[in-house]
């Protein structure tokens, strides 16, 4: 994702009735509020999705929008089978726009206290075990042409958690490869320092020294990983790669950067790890959300039974 792609979105937005506002709240979020891309997209897409039905209600202002709308709304996705994720991040979208467009004073009642989506299903993140891990992050080849970047990008994705946005945007001089850190940008523009371990160390240095040199062009920019053409490797790109080497290592194409960051945070606390350093290297703003890796190792939550309960 880009700032070119949000721009995009922005002028397709401006058409319609209530799209200045809609402008207005997202330069707001980015701006203000420090929003990373990705979120301002979803935030776009989901209130022009709300625009179309607007239009369709005969709504040109942010002021004619009432709670029966955004109700009829809801039970329109629901009959369009969206998830009921896709549903409370639509209406997720909705309640901050309407919440910006009372700040500013274009509706004088906020009615967002009201609106409740779908009850979710917590779903526990898939997990691979060590020896899994291990089978992927020894997928590449040795004589393929990209080996040591694909090597290292595996390396730095399981030892530290990394989403792939943060990856793909990681620079050179955010890595401290003498005394073994990263300086990570993470979500709403929050910078984290996390420890890197020997063996990514090694991976890093590999690639720096055998195949990025080559990669290199005069419109290269500083970013750690490059693609083919000596582009930033994008997002998008580094998800395919992990697809690759996880269906060549047997685990399945459901396997995703995503689950490498799931198998970080587990594996960290079966080892011991403390849940505050664990939702320190992941970034995560609510421990509550680090919590849930708590539940996912079955094994750990066995020995602590054993070891604490009194009965046998």
Known sequence: MSTSQVKNLVEKLQAWPMGKAVKSFLDYMNVEAGLSVNTILGYGR????????AEGKNLEKVCQID????????KLLSKSEKSETSINRALVALKMFLRYSK????IDKDFTVLLEGPKLWQQLPRVCNKEQVLKLLRAPCADEPYYFRDKAMLELL????????EIAGLRIKDINLRVGYIKCLGKGQKERIIPLGQTAIAAIRDYLENLRPEQIN?????????????????????????KKYALRAGLGGNLTVHTLRHCFATHLLSGGADL??????????DISTTQIYTHVDQDRLRSVHKKFHPRP
Do not use: N
């Open 46 to 53: 989901d209130l022009k999705c709300f625009m179309s039905f």
């Open 67 to 74: 709670q029966g709308h955004v109700f009829e709304y809801l």
């Open 103 to 106: 700040m500013i004073g274009l």
């Open 158 to 165: 399981y030892a530290t958690g990394m989403r792939a946005s």
């Open 218 to 242: 005069e419109k290269s920019p500083d970013t750690l990983l490059l693609s083919r053409t000596g582009k930033a490797l994008s997002r998008i790109e580094i998800w395919r790669i992990v």
């Open 276 to 285: 505050r350093s664990v939702q320190e290297m992941l970034g995560h703003v």
